[in-house]
């Protein structure tokens, strides 16, 4: 799974109908940009984790959903504090 | 998926079975490099579009049957999305769509 963050939506009106009417997002992840479909409602700044492959088809709906990149959550806290020590419970 | 700018189409009369007749594009990354797609929506030339890669690319195409890794999910609307920042763009330019 990748962890990317949420730029914006993205329109595309002239798709595939197998797409339904899913949601597609614009993901950065690290200095690339890609598309994700958006299983669980999120929104830009998010940070979330990316399914891929086939996990990907099926997190979107079914194993005939044609996605290769879908987001199935979104992390609480991101990125975790990086200068400070991870704090035990 | 990943966006990429289609930058022309493919003739290609002696294939296998598997890629029937569908329609073939030639798509271009940020980096210049090219790949073929199979396109099931009809993207021309200039258009920026979504790829699906790997097996959803097969099922992108409506029939699993069709021997592709990778195919045309749809046209982009607006991309790049900072394109109407710039300068030499027309004050009342119409999008020509």
Known sequence: MKICQVERPLVSTNRI???????????????????AVDAVGCVPGDWVICVGSSAAREAAGSKEYPSDLTIVGIIDRWPPDGTTPQAGP | ??????????????????L?????????????????????VGARPDDWVFVVSGSAARYAMGNPAILTDLTVGGVIDHWPPEAASEPSSPPHGTPRR
């Not at chain 1, 949601?23 to 690339?32: C, E, I, Q």
């Not at chain 2, 029937?20 to 099931?40: E, I, K, S």
């Open chain 2, 1 to 18: 998926m990943e966006i990429r700018r289609v930058v022309g189409s493919l003739v290609c009369t002696q294939r296998i079975a598997e």
């Open chain 1, 17 to 35: 109908p197998g797409f339904e009417h899913k949601h597609l997002l614009v993901v950065r992840d690290g200095s690339s940009l890609q598309v």
């Open chain 2, 20 to 40: 029937a007749h569908v329609d073939l594009r030639v798509l271009q990354d940020a980096a210049g490099r090219r790949v073929v797609a199979t396109d099931p």
